[in-house]
C-alpha cells in the first residue's frame, strides 16, 4: 500500500506519506467541526431542506475544505505538494463542467 501511494503521490519515503495522510485525516475532522460551527451559526439543523444543506455544503464546506487542506499542509510542511494537488483537482472539476452529456 505505501508503494503505491508514494507512486501516485510521487513522494519519496513513506513518511511523506504518512504526512500526507495526516493531514487528509486533520483537514476532515477540521472541516466536520467547522461545518458543525457554520450550521450553528447559520440557523441550519435538521429541519432545513436538505437540498439547502447540501448547496451550502457545495458552495461554502467544499472550497473551505480546500483552503483548510492548504493551511494544513503549510504546518506540516507539505503545501507545495498540496497546491499541485489543489491545482489538478481544480483542474478535473473544470474539466466535468466542459464534457457534453
Not at 476532515?28 to 455544503?57: E, M, N, Q
Request: charged share 20%; net charge positive.
Amino acid at each position: 500500500m505505501w508503494e503505491k501511494l508514494k507512486d501516485r503521490w510521487k513522494v519519496d519515503s513513506a513518511a511523506d506519506v504518512l504526512i500526507i495522510l495526516v493531514v487528509f485525516a486533520c483537514t476532515g475532522f477540521s472541516v466536520l467541526y467547522v461545518k458543525k460551527l457554520f450550521f450553528v451559526w447559520a440557523g441550519i439543523d435538521a429541519h432545513t431542506p436538505a437540498w439547502i444543506r447540501v448547496c451550502i455544503t457545495l458552495f461554502i464546506i467544499l472550497p473551505l475544505y480546500q483552503v483548510i487542506l492548504l493551511g494544513w499542509g503549510w504546518i506540516f510542511g507539505k503545501f507545495n505538494f498540496f497546491w499541485e494537488f489543489e491545482k489538478k483537482t481544480f483542474s478535473r472539476i473544470m474539466s466535468i463542467g466542459k464534457r457534453k452529456i
